[in-house]
């Protein structure tokens, strides 16, 4: 790397100048050592500027669902390379309800999974001392802006023989109901249950309140291991049996439960608001529609959500707000971290390329790897990056 280069060149000046200083015997001999020792006491300032992080510990962490290991690793990888010894994100990987009161408390200086606005709910928790967790913390970036989609998948062949091709339809037919409760996960209690999220995640709790919102009363979720209920949401949607199932990009994901293709993307009439039905914690965080108010439509046509057909802007009511995928990070880290910081705020990632990696993770590909070479791929803007870290030093 760069840096091995300059400080093994370091390392040789240095040798040189002693070398030099044990075979002198006069004064112009001296004298003569001196522009080497200020040679090397100028590459030391610039390994120094090349490396700010250099004798600095960082502790980061990653949430505990695989499609953010990819940013997390890369992440670790360019603060390494402004000469921060960064732990192993897999170390410490954590729901986010245990998440971000470990970075308040300083047990962990910062993680690149969270999900905005959903997890702002996690923000006013309040510690031991009084204080809230979000007094302790900073969203910092723009890492990807938008970039979660989020919603609910239905087995194609099952939408089109009974015409359910939104929630609602789902709750209130029938004969829709009776088929589904035939196989879910729960079978023959009369309510469709469907393949939610594990618990922790935060989007069970926005399910729950949705579930609520929308009157969905003969719906409910299944709360479970993810990777364990999505295996069964795609042998079901194959084989054409009905089933229902929460996903998001960028994943994988879509590449087994496929828009258009096994599934449809299913539509909502009513899209959340910030009045936390069901009284969870946290809940009036849970809004869909934004800021605007317009939030929860997602720019999806009728090939792969049936129901954009009954909307006039032809885009999919799909009831989730794309999230924003941000790095969060203890205040007195950042403080401490200038570099860091810099750094933190400055990283932009595609969603097609972070989409593109947890493919490759799926199939074997380690993320240490994919980040290693995503970053020799990106050199160019990754060096601009690090150059701007190292100004901000």
Same mark, same amino acid.
């Given at each position: 790397?760069?840096?091995?280069? &300059? ?8 040798? +040189? ?60 990888? &360019? &603060?390494?390379? &402004? ?30 999974? #969270? ?39 239905? %087995?194609?062949? +099952? ?20 088929? +589904?409760?035939?196989?879910? !996960? ?9 393949f939610g999220c594990p618990e922790s995640w935060t989007c069970d709790n926005i399910i729950t309140n ?9 719906? =409910? =979720? %299944? ?35 496929? !828009? ?81 910081? #810099? ?17 490759? =993770? ?30 901000a030093a």
């Open positions: 790397m760069r840096t091995k280069r &300059l400080t093994k060149l370091l390392l040789l000046l240095a040798a +040189f100048a002693l070398f030099a200083a044990a075979c002198g015997g006069d004064d112009d001999a001296t004298a003569e050592t001196e522009a080497p020792a200020a040679t090397t006491e100028a590459m030391v300032e610039e390994e120094m500027s090349m490396t700010p992080g250099e004798g600095v510990s960082v502790t980061m962490g990653r949430a505990d669902w695989s499609t953010g290991y990819f940013q997390a690793e890369l992440y670790r990888q &360019l &603060l390494q390379e &402004l000469g921060y010894t960064v732990s192993d994100p897999a170390e410490l990987e954590l729901g986010p309800n245990n998440g971000y009161i470990a970075m308040a408390e300083g047990q962990m200086d910062f993680w690149a999974n #969270s999900w905005y606005p959903g997890h702002l709910a996690w923000l006013a928790g309040e510690l031991p001392d009084g204080s809230l967790v979000g007094d302790h913390l900073s969203i910092v970036g723009e890492e990807m802006i938008a970039g979660g989609l989020q919603g609910f998948l239905v %087995t194609k062949s +099952f939408a089109d023989e009974y015409g359910v091709y939104t929630m609602d339809q789902l709750n209130d037919n029938a004969d829709a109901l009776a088929a +589904f409760d035939a196989t879910d !996960p729960v079978p023959g209690n009369g309510i469709a249950d469907i949705q579930i609520a919102f929308s009157g969905w009363d003969n719906i =409910q =979720q %299944t709360i479970a291991g993810y990777d364990a209920m999505f295996a069964q949401a795609v042998d079901a949607a194959n084989e054409g049996v009905p089933m229902v199932a929460y996903t998001w990009t960028p994943s994988a994901y879509i590449t087994e439960l496929r !828009p258009g293709d096994n599934v449809y993307w299913m539509g909502v009439n009513d899209i959340l608001d910030d009045s936390n039905p069901a009284d969870q914690e946290g809940g009036t965080e849970h809004n869909q529609r934004g800021e605007d108010g317009t939030g929860g439509f997602a720019a999806i046509g009728p090939d792969q959500c049936p129901s954009a057909a009954d909307q006039e802007s032809g885009q999919c009511k799909i009831g989730w707000i794309a999230a924003d995928i941000l790095v969060t990070a203890n205040n007195d880290f950042l403080a401490a971290n200038p570099a860091a910081a #810099s750094l933190l705020e400055t990283v932009k990632l595609s969603v097609i390329e972070v989409s593109l990696a947890n493919v490759e =993770q799926g199939e074997g590909a380690s993320p240490t790897d994919l980040a290693t070479d995503w970053i020799a791929n990106n050199r160019a803007t990754v060096d601009a990056w690090l150059d701007a870290a190292r100004a």
